[in-house]
């Protein structure tokens, strides 16, 4: 079935690191991508998406390229920041609105100042 | 805009005990969705309503019920919890419109112990 894998954590940088957190999905479409990102104590927001092949998804600083040849969406930022400090979630959806968002685990980032 | 809403924030039940924990939108979404987080999983989908009266099974639904009570509330239930339905339980909506891929709107979650 589809599937989402990405790196696993925790993840811990020192403010103004470089950040890469790797992501691979398993699917047999073409699926939109999406990075959601929760902060502590709080519900899951979206943090950038894209919907088709060699799209770039970038939002606060984030950016994530839809690579169909590696089925990889893996999320960057070039200099993070003790806010951005949270758990950040790959997730798959398939058709639309009728859609159901398919999950990896998950990976908390932690940033020292 | 409240956005998505749950209740309650937090609840403790003992094995057996039966609850409902409340979702409501008022971003006039069509769809909503119930799912649960557990360390190392992610998030799994339990149930999902595509529109007002309908309602159809996710990933892990075995255990729960669900209720569209009406384009706002999405209801969870469960009857007879168990240790293992310990979780955060979040509530989230969607539009289904013309748009191509429309984003889920999370709630801030429940999070429930089962004794």
């Known amino acids: 079935g589809d599937s989402v894998t990405q790196m696993e954590g925790p993840v811990t940088l020192s403010e103004e690191a470089f950040l890469t957190i790797n992501c691979t999905y398993t699917a047999t479409g073409y699926p939109s991508l999406f990075w959601y990102v929760q902060y502590p104590g709080e519900g899951l927001q979206l943090l950038l998406k894209?919907?088709?092949?060699?799209d770039k998804g970038s939002n606060k600083g984030f950016e994530a390229t839809y690579r169909k040849e590696t089925t990889s969406f893996h999320l960057e930022k070039g200099s993070v920041q003790v806010s951005d400090s949270a758990v950040y979630f790959c997730a798959l959806i398939y058709g639309g609105s009728q859609g159901n968002l398919i999950f990896g685990k998950g990976t908390k980032l932690s940033v020292k100042p | 805009n409240a956005g998505v809403t749950q209740t309650p924030k937090f609840q403790v039940l003992k094995t057996g005990q039966s609850m409902t924990l409340q979702c409501a939108q008022d971003m006039n979404h069509n769809s909503m969705y119930w799912y649960r987080q557990d360390p190392g999983m992610g998030l799994r989908l339990i149930y999902y309503?595509?529109?007002?009266?309908?309602?159809d099974k996710g990933e892990v639904p075995n255990g729960y019920n669900v209720s569209r009570l009406n384009k706002r509330e999405f209801s969870l239930r469960l009857e007879s919890a168990a240790p293992s339905q310990t979780s955060v339980y979040f509530c989230?909506?969607?539009?289904?419109?013309?748009?191509?891929?429309?984003?889920?709107?999370f709630g801030p979650g429940t999070r429930l112990t089962v004794t």
């Open positions: 309503s595509a529109s007002e009266g309908t309602t």
């Open positions: 989230a909506s969607s539009p289904t419109d013309d748009r191509d891929v429309p984003e889920q709107y």
């Open positions: 894209a919907t088709k092949a060699d």
